[in-house]
């Protein structure tokens, strides 16, 4: 501004208006809006000047009604990616971060199976460790002791290669059962992990009270017909006990599958 203290400055003579010489850095311009009055719409306008190293460029202003734009094209679309890129890093830094899972952790598949006593403990231990370790899917299908040896040799058989060499490892089966494994799955290993205690349920008749185990398996076996071979009153012994296949079963008559 203090180029357009010296000298006269802006002077207007008739429908002329002089602007003053202004010193300007090389690429720098500046815009001169100029209102008209007085004469008809849309009369023409002459500008005459000389510009050392640049150029005249005559620009219509916008209608009163016309709101001129802030910024041009170009500078509303660096600031929109701008911006863009400021709510992504804000994103960032405010986004929480997820936990890895522990180092316990494991991926793949797991099946579940074998005794229905074990199940309700089955479904919790599942729902916990797929809380804690989300790249693991858990299936429980408890269908029986028996039933769950039985798929967990079927799988280990599918798994053996040449000269009865493993193939691909353990299946990915877990059998829980309630007694001891059969002798004839020899190649099963077993864990004792946890101790079922087995409750007997006889008629509010019946007065007897801790039965040896040697008298539940003869009862078992059939050695026993009548409750007063025990003690009790004279009265017929009806067995009502679990599916052949069950683990509960067989914990109550190991010698019978002996004989």
């Known amino acids: 501004m203090?180029?357009?203290?010296?000298?006269?400055?802006?002077?207007?003579?008739?429908?002329?208006?002089?602007?003053?010489?202004?010193?300007?850095?090389?690429?720098?311009?500046?815009?001169?809006?100029?209102?008209?009055?007085?004469?008809?719409?849309?009369?023409?306008?002459t500008v005459q000047g000389d510009v050392e190293g640049g150029e005249l460029h005559e620009n219509h202003s916008v209608t009163p009604d016309e709101?001129?734009?802030v910024f041009g094209?170009?500078?509303r679309r660096v600031t929109g990616l701008l911006?863009?890129?400021v709510i992504a890093l804000a994103a960032l830094a405010l986004w929480p971060d997820t936990p890895p899972p522990p180092d316990y952790c494991?991926?793949?598949?797991?099946?579940?199976?074998?005794?229905?006593?074990?199940?309700?403990v089955a479904e919790e231990l599942k729902q916990k460790?797929?809380?804690?370790c989300p790249d693991v899917t858990i299936t429980v299908s408890a269908h029986g002791s028996q039933s769950g040896v039985r798929e967990l040799a079927l799988g280990g058989a599918r798994g053996t290669g040449a000269a009865g060499q493993p193939a691909k490892g353990s299946p990915a089966v877990v059998a829980f059962s309630d007694g001891p494994r059969p002798a004839s799955y020899t190649q099963l290993s077993e864990n004792h992990v946890?101790?079922?205690l087995f409750t007997l349920v006889v008629n509010d008749r019946i007065r007897l009270r801790n039965l040896r185990v040697a008298d539940v398996r003869r009862l078992y076996r059939g050695e026993i017909r009548s409750w007063a071979q025990l003690g009790?009153?004279?009265l017929p012994v009806v067995l009502v006990s679990r599916t052949s296949g069950s683990g509960t079963r067989r914990a109550l008559q190991p010698l019978q599958a002996a004989r």
Not at 106 to 120: I, M, R
Not at 129 to 132: G, N
């Open 67 to 69: 709101k001129p734009p």
């Open 83 to 85: 911006s863009a890129f």
């Open 194 to 196: 946890a101790v079922s």
């Open 73 to 75: 094209l170009w500078a």
């Open 106 to 120: 494991e991926k793949g598949t797991l099946t579940v199976t074998g005794s229905t006593a074990f199940a309700p």
């Open 232 to 234: 009790g009153p004279d």
């Open 129 to 132: 460790y797929e809380e804690h």
């Open 2 to 45: 203090g180029h357009f203290d010296q000298g006269p400055g802006l002077v207007s003579s008739g429908s002329a208006l002089r602007i003053p010489r202004v010193p300007l850095n090389p690429g720098a311009y500046y815009k001169l809006l100029v209102l008209l009055t007085g004469g008809p719409v849309d009369s023409d306008t």
